[in-house]
């Protein structure tokens, strides 16, 4: 029986990309490498070591963007959010890099990605049996192919492949030794603020003082707590220098960066809350069951704000008019509970670690509607897809 030769192209190597890896390297019929930026970085994560995969992993360079893996042809290529510059097989599949609540994610900002596709495996604006867009479930769907532009034929019912790791618990003394604090014993918040509103409480106060309420309030209930941000350099240097302050301050607290520690599958299990403005840990976390307390992000949302968004010159702000249009579901559509204010943070945090199951319905109906229900099977629907390329000629 021939195998199917699978080439890994991540910008990040976690999340669904990770877990759909997993799956393939489980299997026999398979043959499966990953083309990686900093394959050392990952390696020295715990969940490389926690879950060894037998796939080759090599260092990205210039010439992969033409050659894929040297002497390996893959039948297919499955990438996030970045394209290789050329063909690096005939077929290729687009597992985005998460659900999320920002936007627009319209034909204008898609328009690079776009032209991406079109050189790499031909459009995905059209009927094209040489592509495949992976979508999140029935609302994701509608949205990518009427707002994004992909050509519904292109366009898959698949759901989170890290849903399918997710939902399943991980016994915590396996990796109690990756933390300075006990994971074991005590509570965790998980504390992951997207990095497109700026400071995470600007709209409440001043940063400086709204976070040593929060910590100094988690210490007093003597839970650990992990900061997992971004980019480091998607921030400013002094808020950088803050944030290592808070670190140093605080006993009871782990900083971690997206480009130093990239892995952030064994904070979501070993933590007890997550508490977020709305980045797209959040669709991640609900999997797991445990609750998750959204931060309103703005003051006002139709009042003028100042988008963020990353390039390769850095970060550029834009004003519009009103937060909604980075939005293409709104903050009211959430699996948790949601905070308007920093006092009913405080509250609705406690609540969360003192009554794990208060958001148990809410995460379980935003799961049905937005994210095939983290039904464990997101991964054999995804690999569904590949076969479905392979037949194609």
């Known amino acids: 029986m021939t195998r199917m030769k699978i080439l890994i192209w991540p910008t990040t190597f976690g999340a669904d990309l990770w877990s759909f890896t997993k799956y393939l390297d489980s299997r026999s019929d398979t043959v499966v490498k990953v083309v990686m930026e900093d394959p050392g970085k990952y390696l020295k994560e715990g969940i490389a070591k926690l879950f060894p995969l037998k796939a080759e992993i090599l260092p990205r360079r ?17 990438f996030d959010n970045r394209v290789p510059l050329r063909a690096t097989s005939r077929r290729g599949l687009a597992l985005w890099h998460g659900f999320g609540w920002k936007g627009p994610n319209d034909v204008p900002e898609f328009a690079h990605l776009h032209a991406s596709i079109k ?4 459009s995905g604006m059209e009927p094209n ?18 707002v994004s532009g992909f050509h519904p034929d292109n366009c898959r019912l698949i759901g989170a492949a890290s849903h399918d790791d997710l939902r399943v618990p991980l016994d915590r003394t396996r990796v109690r030794h990756l933390y300075p604090f006990d994971v074991v014993n005590r509570k965790t918040v998980l504390l992951a603020p997207t990095w497109h509103y700026g400071e995470v409480f600007a709209h409440w106060g001043k940063d400086a003082e709204l976070f040593d309420q929060l910590l100094g309030r988690l210490k007093q209930r003597q839970a650990n707590v992990i900061l997992r941000l971004h980019d480091s350099f998607r921030f400013e240097r002094s808020y950088r220098g803050f944030l290592e302050g808070l670190a140093a301050r605080y006993d009871n607290l782990l ?8 892995d952030n599958f064994i904070d979501m299990q070993v933590s007890d809350v997550l508490v977020t403005n709305f980045s797209s840990i959040a669709n991640l976390y609900y999997a797991t069951g445990k609750p998750t307390v959204h931060v309103y992000p703005v003051a006002d949302a139709d009042e003028a704000f100042m988008w963020r968004r990353y390039s390769p010159l850095g970060v550029i702000k834009t004003k519009v008019e009103s937060a909604r249009f980075i939005w293409k579901l709104p903050p009211e559509d959430n699996g948790g509970l949601l905070a308007r204010s920093f006092a009913e943070l405080l509250e609705m945090t406690e609540r969360a670690l003192d009554e794990p199951e208060c958001c148990a319905r809410s995460t379980r109906d935003f799961l049905k509607r937005h994210m095939m229900g983290a039904d464990g099977r997101c991964c054999e629907r995804a690999f569904d897809t590949l076969v479905e390329l392979m037949e194609q000629r």
């Open 255 to 262: 900083l971690k960066f997206k480009d130093k520690s990239p």
């Open 62 to 78: 210039a010439l992969n963007h033409v050659l894929g893996a040297p002497f390996f042809r893959p039948d297919i290529t499955i």
């Open 119 to 122: 050189r790499a495996f031909g």
């Open 129 to 146: 049996p040489r592509f495949r867009w992976q979508t999140f479930g029935p609302w994701d769907f509608e949205h990518r192919t009427k």
